[in-house]
């Protein structure tokens, strides 16, 4: 991959579709995490999780439908949709809340763990954004998961399909 077809990654029309999906989801999801972390004193994994698990029935539907245009297999797609949003929610907020307790060791745990709510929101953006692109409405993928074969073929960096 060179430089400039990452760079097209991270500018392309699905991307700017995403973002504003997620700018939407995200209003919503972190109201909903900090409301349940700093109002109902529920603990950092379940505030955290409430996040996610919210807003992934529309953001399956958006991603699937308004932003990849993807029509292939339901069910393979939901399973590749909850594989990438579980991995990437422990990845992000896993290193989160390691990086913040070390990073901020003389702060209160309540203080520790808002931050590192709001870095692990970071981090799963940029997780969440490559697995769905490359894993969850990858078409690749689809192919492998549902054992079809057929002599078409994914190209990369150009969202269609070959024959």
Sequence with gaps: MTIRHFIHLFTDKIFMKFVMV???????????????????????WISSAS?????????????????????????????????NILTCYLLAYGIAKTLIKWILSDFSTTYQENIAMIIGMCLFVVFNYLGKRFFTFNIKYEKVISFTFSNQYYMPFTGTIGY
Excluded: A
């Excluded at 939407?24 to 700093?38: L, P, R, S």
């Excluded at 439908?65 to 909850?82: A, C, I, P, V």
């Design 51 to 83: 996040n996610y698990f919210f807003g992934s029935i529309c953001i399956f539907i958006l991603n699937k439908h308004f932003n990849f245009n993807y029509k292939n297999h339901f069910w393979s797609s939901l399973l590749r949709f909850t594989i």
């Design 22 to 44: 997620g700018i939407i989801n995200t209003i919503v999801g972190t109201t909903i995490m900090f409301v349940f972390y700093n109002l109902f004193h529920l603990n950092y």
